[in-house]
């Protein structure tokens, strides 16, 4: 039998929480689920993360961070015109192929929220610092043209409420949606 590193095991851990908080949210999922679900004491999670909000953070720096070199890796080399319909062909492909990761990125939205009607703006800062580095990220892909990237942004958005909502292909909605393709629906 093979031993995991910390390092090994604490990656095990904020792919599980990904999963976990996408389904249950910030505050409905158990710091138990996500040890089970791992295969991990509780307190052997809280020796690789003080606390839930850690997981919490940690896993949806990660959707932040994949999502971001999906678009970095998808627009490289292309102009503003092909870099949008690439990356949005891409995200897609993306959140059809992992429905945790839209379901992750909506948590994220839920508890920065929240956390700031509560008062901790620590905990949104951070949230933030993440989305302003995907949004850095489209920019520049976008030429650095406010407009373009609000617009790709916004587009974005309406996909994750549309398809969180479980609106299918073949609805009037999508019509006209992006020139290229109709959006793809997550497997449910």
């Given at each position: ?124 800062g951070e949230l933030r610092a993440c989305w302003m580095e995907m949004y850095e990220t489209v920019h520049l892909a976008m030429g650095a043209d406010v407009d373009e990237t609000t ?38």
């Amino acid at each position: 039998m093979v031993r995991m590193s910390a390092e090994e095991r604490r990656e095990s851990v904020i792919r599980a929480a990904m999963v976990e908080f996408a389904r249950g949210g910030y505050k409905g999922t158990s710091t138990e689920a996500i040890a089970k679900r791992v295969g991990v004491s509780q307190p052997y999670l809280f020796r690789l993360f003080p606390d839930k909000r850690a997981i919490f953070l940690a896993a949806s720096r990660r959707c932040c961070e994949e999502t971001t070199e999906v678009f970095r890796a998808t627009s490289e080399g292309l102009d503003a015109e092909e870099a949008v319909h690439a990356m949005g062909q891409a995200y897609q492909a993306l959140i059809a192929e992992d429905p945790d990761k839209l379901l992750m990125q909506m948590q994220m939205y839920v508890a920065t929220a929240a956390a700031e009607a509560a008062g901790d703006t620590e905990f949104g800062g951070e949230l933030r610092a993440c989305w302003m580095e995907m949004y850095e990220t489209v920019h520049l892909a976008m030429g650095a043209d406010v407009d373009e990237t609000t617009t790709f942004l916004a587009y974005g958005m309406l996909v994750n409420v549309l398809v969180s909502m479980g609106f299918r292909p073949d609805h009037r909605v999508w019509s006209g949606f992006y020139d290229s393709a109709q959006p793809k629906q997550p497997e449910r």
